[in-house]
């Protein structure tokens, strides 16, 4: 089955202790991205990758980091998390062939930073 | 800067009514796409439509329609006869050129369908 899969599905952790949220896909896809929803805010990119090696800053970067070793994993870092990186967190894929417009959401990660 | 507006925070429509949420977007990029997502309650993204820039036609998709005014900037999602498990929670979203990297998000309009 084509999916998108993130570890952990909820996650409640204190301020400045490292984390790894991982995302996975069996879709070959070269685009990968991270993405955070708040209430009244809709979701706002994170980091995206174009493909393996290649990375970059979207709209709200600041306090994470990305790597993209491989090509079907896009894990995000949060080195020193805050409270205010409390939130419902979202990777998603897409290929970059013509036609192929939708992007696959993972199932989100639910982050509590106390 | 990319941006998306979406007005309406929530909206009720009578089940089998047609309803129209609305949705209007901000860029210089002549190329761009704009896609529709819904979120029940469960929490996953449901992709709904899409509708690219250069299209001459309104996109359709089952019972979603977009409705693309380029020169209003504006690309509404209607849905024809509502169903119970149409309330949720949607999204719209745009990404600048055809091989574009950013997507943006609107903050969402709450649906409600009443039997």
């Known amino acids: 089955e084509a999916q998108v899969t993130q570890n952990p599905r909820y996650l409640i952790t204190v301020t400045g202790k490292k984390l790894t949220v991982t995302c996975s896909q069996n879709?070959?896809?070269?685009?990968m991205s991270w993405y955070r929803q708040d209430p009244g805010l809709g979701l706002r990119q994170i980091y995206y990758?174009?493909?393996?090696?290649?990375?970059d800053k979207g709209d709200v970067p600041e306090g994470y980091k990305v790597s993209r070793k491989e090509k079907r994993n896009f894990p995000l870092i949060l080195e020193s998390p805050s409270p205010n990186q409390t939130s419902l967190y979202f990777c998603a894929s897409r290929d970059f062939q013509l036609g192929y417009n939708e992007q696959f959401f993972g199932p989100g990660t639910r982050l509590t930073v106390l | 800067a990319q941006k998306i507006t979406q007005t309406q925070p929530g909206m009720f429509v009578q089940e089998k009514e047609a309803v129209t949420l609305d949705c209007t977007y901000d860029?210089?990029?002549?190329?761009?796409?704009l896609f529709w997502y819904k979120q029940p309650s469960s929490g996953e993204m449901i992709f709904l439509i899409y509708q690219g820039s250069y299209d001459q036609q309104n996109a359709t998709e089952g019972r979603y329609s977009l409705n693309f005014q380029k020169a209003r900037k504006s690309a509404n999602l209607v849905i024809s006869a509502s169903q119970l498990g149409d309330s949720a929670m949607y999204f719209c979203?745009?990404?600048?050129?055809?091989?574009?990297?950013?997507?943006?998000f609107g903050p969402g309009t709450r649906l409600s369908v009443l039997p």
């Open positions: 990758s174009m493909n393996v090696e290649v990375t």
């Open positions: 860029t210089s990029d002549p190329s761009y796409g």
């Open positions: 879709m070959n896809h070269e685009y």
């Open positions: 979203a745009m990404r600048a050129n055809n091989y574009g990297q950013n997507f943006v």
